[in-house]
Structure formats: structure tokens, C-alpha cells
């Protein structure tokens, strides 16, 4: 089992409003970039369900717990498909480093 405290920033959007970003949204983001890679049928619908819960109930809780085997999936989807824009953003680096050591 993993556990990563859920980490909050202010950011700007496109428009120029400033929104509040944390560590769910930018997993989420992510895991919705590199569905095509999860499993198809039940075995990917599993994987969606189990992950939308996590991130739910992390984002209730401010603790993201994942057991290990879904843990091991995210942070190959991360190494694989994070954006290289985000490298430019010391926050969302941090984030990410920190996410990849647990």
C-alpha cells in the first residue's frame, strides 16, 4: 500500500483565471491521456473504476492510498505519457518526482 499526501496550487488558465490545480487532477489527467494503454473489456473497466475511486476518495481525504499493483500500473502510465510541457512547471515537477518515489 501506498500513501501520498495531496498537494494544492494556484494556477492561471488560458483565459487568465486563476484555478486551483492539486495532484488528483494532474493523475487523472494522465491516466485520461494514456486509456488507449489500459486493457480493453472488464479488465480495463476495472482498472478505470478502481482508479476513479481512489482519486475520489483522495480528493475527500487529502491522502491518495493506492495498493500496490495499481500503483505499479499509474506510475508506468505516468513515465510513459506525462506531458513534457509540465517539465517547465517546477510545481507539477515536484509533484510528479514526489509521486514516483513512494
Known amino acids: 500500500m501506498?500513501?501520498?499526501?495531496v498537494k494544492k496550487w494556484k494556477?492561471?488558465?488560458?483565459?487568465g483565471k486563476e484555478i486551483e490545480e492539486n495532484t488528483v487532477l494532474?493523475?487523472?489527467?494522465?491516466?485520461?491521456?494514456s486509456a488507449e494503454q489500459l486493457p480493453k473489456g472488464i479488465e480495463g473497466f476495472g482498472y478505470m473504476r478502481r482508479y476513479s475511486?481512489?482519486?475520489d476518495n483522495a480528493e475527500k481525504n487529502g491522502k491518495l492510498i493506492i495498493e500496490d499493483s495499481d500503483y505499479k500500473m499509474l506510475k508506468t502510465l505516468v513515465e510513459k505519457n506525462v506531458p513534457v510541457q509540465w517539465g517547465s512547471n517546477s510545481?507539477?515537477?515536484?509533484?510528479?518526482?514526489?509521486?514516483l518515489s513512494i
Open 91 to 99: 510545481v507539477i515537477v515536484a509533484t510528479l518526482d514526489e509521486f
Open 2 to 5: 501506498k500513501e501520498l499526501q
Open 11 to 15: 494556477a492561471v488558465n488560458l483565459k
Open 53 to 55: 475511486e481512489i482519486f
Open 26 to 33: 494532474l493523475l487523472r489527467m494522465v491516466l485520461n491521456i
